[in-house]
């Protein structure tokens, strides 16, 4: 363990391990209910002291969702502990940076996790920013890495009329993000990271987050990364279908006859892992055009009027200096989960999709055939592995 010395959040107890520190469960925000709006945490001033040698809660998830993740990327790694989760502390940082004498202040890379806005999280080990950071000091080229946490599931994107005459503002898990860099754009300098050369790195949901906040008005970071994920895979949906999916919701937690008060209070007060468990695989968590995070719900053809005219309804063109568009090869894989009870038969079934969707297309079918690799005698299981990656 050792001390760091923050010059405006006092004192860091943190680890120190291969030349990197961690400072570990840092809290970027506070919520003083599940839904309500994230506000900034400023500490508690130079003289204070904390405590981040441990990895802090994570938002809630089901149980067994890191091991999931391990078998979609069919790669485990060991778990210290069975992972805290709470609906209000969980908005936290994990800050890794090189145990090294640096002439100036250092790049900061900040990574999104994926999971379809359902699940994930910034402190699970697939995450962690350790190899990387060493690599970095390695090869001579040192930065400090920034994993966060962020509302998913009903708690980061659940809501409806009601709700929000109540007070809870939609989009909370897209709030979280956009607190969480403007946290770090006030505090990383004390880290040792340069604010001004910060580069947010989203992954699938992650990704299609990150383009949304570039409808923010506030610089949020200089650089992006967006990997398998844009807003034009987790589209941003009206008020409209907000409601039928919040009426699904209450219908699943047996809420639906009670007035609109009292159904209120239950949602606030029925333990959280209660309504997560009760909430069915059919209810999406998926942003809502608001107004103020989510401005609009961009094409297709937007996104090409981008390169060539610019876009006044996108402020982040202006302030986002470089934008970097990859894949992740496997990432479809995770659709595998919902596909487990159609692998018998499911060559077949995808090849009568394609035609019907494609009726008259047959070069096309055909094309897509080829690029799956599905042919006649192709087997249930390796038809499995094709069809979603």
Not at 348 to 355: G, H, P, T, V, Y
Request: net charge negative; with cysteine.
């Amino acid at each position: 363990m050792a001390t760091i010395h923050h010059p405006e959040l006092g004192k860091f107890r943190v680890t120190s391990t291969k030349g990197v520190i961690q400072f570990l469960g840092v809290k970027y925000a506070t919520l003083r209910n599940r839904f309500g709006e994230p506000v900034l945490h400023n500490g508690a001033g130079a003289s204070s002291d904390n405590v981040a040698t441990e990895q802090g809660p994570c938002c809630i998830n089901a149980p067994d969702a890191c091991e999931r993740e391990f078998d979609l990327i069919q790669q485990k790694l060991p778990l210290d502990a069975e992972f805290q989760m709470s609906d209000t502390e969980c908005l936290r940082l994990n800050i890794t940076t090189p145990e090294v004498q640096a002439l100036r202040p250092l790049p900061v890379l900040v990574f999104v996790h994926g999971g379809a806005l359902r699940t994930g999280s910034g402190t699970w080990p697939q995450y962690d920013f350790r190899s990387l950071v060493m690599q970095s000091v390695q090869v001579g080229s040192p930065f400090i890495g920034v994993s966060m946490n962020y509302r998913t599931s009903i708690f980061g994107f659940l809501t409806s009329v009601e709700l929000r005459a109540a007070g809870f503002k939609p989009n909370s898990g897209l709030r979280d993000q956009k607190v969480a860099f403007e946290w770090i754009q006030k505090y990383i300098q004390g880290f040792g990271g340069d604010p001004s050369q910060a580069t947010a790195l989203g992954q699938s949901a992650g990704g299609a987050s990150l383009t949304l906040l570039l409808q923010s008005e506030e610089a949020l970071f200089q650089h992006l990364v967006i990997m398998s994920g844009t807003c034009l895979l987790l589209r941003p949906v009206s008020g409209e279908v907000h409601e039928a999916i919040y009426q699904e919701f209450c219908e699943a937690q047996g809420l639906d006859k009670m007035p609109g008060q009292e159904r209120i209070k239950a949602i606030e007060e029925l333990d959280s892992f209660h309504l997560f468990s009760n909430t069915p695989p059919s209810i999406p968590p998926l942003p809502m055009i608001d107004g103020d995070i989510v401005k609009v719900a961009l094409t297709f053809d937007d996104i090409e009027q981008w390169s060539t005219h610019g876009s006044s309804s996108i402020p982040g063109l202006g302030w986002c200096k470089e934008l970097l568009i990859g894949d992740c090869q496997m990432d479809g894989h995770i659709y595998q989960l919902a596909l487990n009870h159609r692998k018998r038969g499911i060559a077949r079934a995808f090849e009568e999709s394609l035609k019907r969707s494609c009726s008259h297309q047959d070069d096309a079918v055909i094309s897509l055939f080829s690029d799956y690799q599905i042919n006649e005698s192709i087997s249930d299981d390796d038809a499995f592995w094709n069809i979603p990656t």
